[in-house]
Every structure is written in structure tokens, then in C-alpha cells.
């Protein structure tokens, strides 16, 4: 049953799907209105100008989705895996193009985020309604970024003002499934030269059990049997703010805080909870010098906190930091760019960054900061139907010295919308501070200090048109990771020889008879291809993905589906614990009671379907939502 409801998945995605005016399905074919993004070449080029495969989530996608998480909103799109151990707010994994999880560069207004220690972004504490849109660009990035982007980058914008004058307040309150309830209300505003934005939310939820029963004989999951819920609380506030001069010299300031406080098993008398909280701050000003000459510094500073209790007594907190049992990640940033223009149709980029780590926990890290100062240059030059783009850069690591990585791309533009790419990169991984020194748990090693870097090569082709109301793209990738690091049985982590993964992915979209389809489809083998699990899976990542989403308007209502497919993974690399494949479907609706009111409704997984993306941990089942949202500006 799982077979056929997979094929069919799959089925639809090659044959329908939709051309979204700016929103998700942007990867690979151009549209109408092509997006301004900047992830790519960290140059503002739209979409049809990447020779690279980009994804984009818009505000208008996120209003029409009505993703309960980011990782609800980014399931199923092209590379796109994610494993999460438990419900609402559970630690969430992301798998780009079946690279491990800290292989994926995550940025939030340009900040690199995400906890030194384990080296994974906290996608579970990015608040969805503060989000203005996603860009998601796949394959090497380490050219232009550093380390980290084996797989790609994932660039998360928060909302921002208008600049259309006078004061746009916004308000929004969500009730669901579990005892949910939610709400945000903010305020923006601004004139031709200023802007600014202010909002506040939270979420509750009584939760789900995060492990289902077993864990404990089987020694997986939570390692316990414990059928109470885990509830889950949020608050979060956004701030930001600018000012663009006549003359074109821009100032602006961002600063987002979200603190997560998430119930976990394990105590007869409970009262276990961990509290997570992500702080991001940045400055960005730019100006030109010259007509030709653009400069643009940014400097910030990231913080990952979190602490534990147990029965309700605190093991640690960043407050006070006397107690033990805490931990505080943080990066220092610094960045020059310039971007000289030196005809109309050549420009290049130079630049360098600058990124500090530190740590600051009970935990005896023998070392417990590092830094890391990178150069970069970029070419770009489009000539009669040809474009070529090619980077190189050299970072100077504390602990693992010189990293140099480059990455060449081609593409060329055919008639009636048709453009072949093709691209070679490198990137490279540093270990982070749990792979090398997090102490024995339990009397079993944790770390390793004589890990080597991660290194990689990957290849590209691919083929993308877009005509009147549609478009389709395919591209397929090669990627080889030397040193891959990955955890023994022993939870022991390990560099392995070499890992290869191979993928397709796919996605065609069109608009028929007033419905918008969009359909994506990814095929993918991450082997290793070292030690003793030579030809086995790398851990979590399904072969086959495919997700359709439908969606029309008639008139002040609205409806939509989305049916997402994933075939069975292991949550091993000995390929021992087999994670069966699944597939859910999702139907919404929404409604404008007034040009500036709408209520939402969704109902997710419609057919309560168990599955686990990670080995014996629940997933939601058949959950609803139900949204009252108030906005002046719809998008």
C-alpha cells in the first residue's frame, strides 16, 4: 500500500504542478515575475540570472501553506530531508542533498546561525510568522561562504517595514490540535527612505509523547517509556529597522530573539524540560565610493543557549552562571564586501569574513574557542546566449589551518526559454566542539580529537525552461565527501574514507483550469563508501521524496492540498533500524471575511498516518489549525 501510494506521488509530480508568481517551485525554471535573490552569488541577481539550483519561499507561500513549523514549510521540496525527534519544537535535523546535517550553512539575515557545539541550526526555534521568505540554494557554496556549505545554504529573511507610509499593524491568533494556541501582533511602517518593524508571539501546545513505547527494551529514542505528553512553549520578539540616503547609503539594524522551553521523558515525577533560546543581531551599511563600486560591511553576533532541569530541579542555566549544566555557543562576525561592476555585463566580487567561536559551558571542552578569517573573489560576466560564474577562496582555520575551495558554473540560454547549466565545486567541514571534545557520557566516548576536516567535490548538470503559464527542471549531482564524519554504533564519531551521493531532482508546475500545481520529486543514493559500512545508507536520508501541492481561489475563499511521499531510510549507518516509508496529505482552506481580515484552516497528516523520520520517535498525527489573521498589506 505504501509502494503504490508512493508511485502515485511520484506520478503527479511529473505530471502537474504550477508556476508560482514568486513563491515555492522557483528553483530552476524561471517565471513571470523572477525573484531578487542574493544567497546565490551574494549579489542581488534574480532567479533566471543563478546558475545554480534555487528554491524560493515568499510570504505569499507561507500565507497560502500555513506551515505549524519551518520544517512543515520546507518538507518535501527538491534535496529537502528532515528528521525530527518528536513533535512541535523537538530538535529538527536538516539533510540537503543527502549531506549530513552540519553540512547545510544556515543563515538568518545574513548571520551564520546555529550552536558551535553541535553544529546544527535550531530550525525548531525560527518562528514561521516571523518570516518575510526563505532562499534555498543547493549544492557547494564554500567558495563564496566558507565552511559548512557542503550541501548548500539555507538563508532565512525576517519580515521587515514597508516603505509605503503611515503605520501597518499585523496580528494573528492560531488555535489547534493538542491544546495549540499561538499568537503575533506587530507594528511596521515607513516612508521612501526609513522603515522599520516590531512584532511579538508565542506558542503553547500540550504536546505529544515524544517516544513511543519500547524505547526503553529496544535502547533507542528516549531510551524510556513514558506515555505522558511533552509540551512545548515559545516566545519570540523581532526588531528591525533602516534608513537609505539619497545618495544610496544604507543603514540598517536586525535583531531577533526566541527562547523555547520543551518537556522531555524520563522522570516518574517529571518536571524534566530543556530551554533553548537563539539570539541573532546584525548591523549591515552599505555605500558606493564610486558609480561603479559598491561596499557593503556587516557585523553581528549569534548566541545558541540552553540549559535542563530534572523533577523540576535546574541542572543549568545561562542564569546564573554559576550552575552547571549549560551551555552558551556564540559567534563573532565581521564581513567586507565589494561588488565593482566593470562593464554591463561583468562585475566582480571581493571580500573577506571574519568569524569567531566560543563556548562557555559546564561541560570541560578542552578547547573552547576558535577563529577563522576567509578571503573570497568572484567573476561573473554574461556574453551573447553564454553565462560564467567562478569563485575562489581560501579560509585560514585556528585549528585545522588553510582550506581552499572554488567552484566554476556555466549556463547557456536556448529559444523559447530553455537553459542548459552546468557547475563544479569544493567545500569543506570543520568538526565542531561536541565531535571533539565533548566528554565520555556514561563511560563511553563522545569525541574524537584527531578528527580530520570533511572535504568535498560535486558536479552538476541541469536543464530548466519556462514557457507561458508553466515550467519544468531537472538537475542532476554527483557529490563526493572525503572524511566524512560519522557516529559508530558506540555513538563514537568516526572519519570514513568516502562517501558518494548521487541525485536527481525534478519539478514541474503549471496553472490549469484555475488551479495551481506544483510538484517536486527527488531521487537520491548517499552510500558510504568506506570502513566496514562500505554501500550502506547514510543515516535518515530517504531514496525517493515527492510532494504536490494544489491550490485555487474562488473569489474570498480559498483551498488547497498538499500530499507528500517518502520512501523507507535507516536511522544507522549499519543500516540496522529501518525506518519504513510513508506519506501524508494536508488540506486547507481560507477565507476574507474583509479586505483585511481572513481566517485559515488547515488539517495536517488528514489520515493519521504513524510514521518516524528518526528511530522511535512519534511524529503528529491528524492535527488541526485554525488561524484569525488581521493585515492591512496582504501579501
Known sequence: MKKSLLAAALL???MAAHAVEQGVGAQDGTRALDPVIVTATRTAITVDEALSSVT????????????ASVADLLTGLPGVTLAQSGGL?????????????????????GMRIGS??????????????????????????????????????????????????????SLSMTAGSHGLFGSEAGVSGGD????????????????????????????????????????????NGLANAGYRWDNGTELAV???????????????????????????????????PLDAWQVTLTGGQTKDLSSTTYQGTYYGTYYPRTATGYTDSRRNQLSWQNDISLTRNQSLTVGADYQQEQVNSSTGYLATSRDDLGGYAQYQIRFDRNEVQASLRRDRNQQFGDHDTGALAWGYHFDHGLRLMASYGTAFHAPTFNDLYYPPFYGIAS??????????????????????????????????????ITLDSHYYPRNINQARIRGLEAQLGTTLGGWRMQGYLTLQQPLSEGGANRGHW??????????????????????????????????????????????????????????????????????????????????????????????????
Open 12 to 14: 503527479s509530480c511529473t
Open 116 to 169: 558551535v557545539t553541535a553544529g546544527l541550526a535550531s530550525l525548531e526555534q525560527i518562528p514561521v510568522d516571523q518570516i518575510e521568505r526563505i532562499e534555498i540554494v543547493r549544492g557547494p557554496r564554500s567558495s563564496l561562504y566558507g565552511a559548512d556549505a557542503i550541501g548548500g545554504v539555507v538563508q532565512i529573511f525576517t519580515r521587515h517595514g514597508h516603505r509605503n507610509g503611515g503605520v501597518v499593524p
Open 254 to 288: 536586525d535583531w531577533l530573539r526566541s527562547k523555547n522551553d520543551i518537556g522531555y521523558t524520563g522522570s516518574p515525577y517529571g518536571g524534566n524540560r530543556a530551554i533553548n533560546e537563539q539570539r541573532v543581531a546584525s548591523a549591515r551599511l552599505s555605500f558606493s
Open 538 to 635: 547514510l543515516p535518515r536520508r530517504p531514496e525517493r521524496t515527492a510532494r504536490l501541492d494544489l491550490d485555487h481561489r474562488f473569489g474570498a475563499f480559498g483551498v488547497g492540498a498538499t500530499v507528500y511521499a517518502a520512501g523507507h531510510s535507516y536511522d544507522d549507518l549499519a543500516n540496522v533500524h529501518r525506518l519504513g516509508g510513508y506519506s501524508t496529505m494536508a488540506f486547507r482552506a481560507s477565507y476574507h471575511l474583509a479586505p483585511t481580515w481572513q481566517i485559515q484552516a488547515r488539517l495536517s497528516n488528514a489520515f493519521d498516518h504513524r510514521y518516524e523520520t528518526a528511530y522511535y520517535y512519534n511524529q503528529l498525527g491528524r492535527t488541526w489549525y485554525l488561524t484569525l489573521r488581521y493585515s492591512p498589506v496582504m501579501k
Open 89 to 109: 519544537g523537538a530538535q529538527t535535523s536538516l539533510f540537503l542533498r543527502g549531506t549530513n546535517s552540519t553540512q547545510t550553512l544556515v543563515l538568518l539575515d
Open 447 to 484: 569525541a574524537n580529537p584527531d578528527l580530520k576536516p570533511e572535504t568535498s567535490r560535486s558536479a552538476e548538470l541541469g536543464l530548466a525552461q519556462q514557457l507561458n503559464g508553466w515550467h519544468w527542471g531537472l538537475n542532476a549531482y554527483q557529490t563526493r565527501i572525503d572524511q566524512l
Open 56 to 67: 524560493v519561499i515568499t510570504r505569499a507561500d507561507i500565507e497560502r501553506l500555513q506551515p
Open 192 to 235: 521612501k527612505n526609513a522603515w522599520y518593524n516590531l512584532s511579538l508571539g508565542g506558542q503553547y501546545t500540550g504536546g505529544i509523547p515524544a517516544c513511543r513505547m519500547g524505547a526503553a527494551e529496544a535502547g533507542a529514542g528516549c531510551f524510556v517509556d513514558d506515555p505522558r505528553p511533552d509540551a512545548f512553549r515559545n516566545w
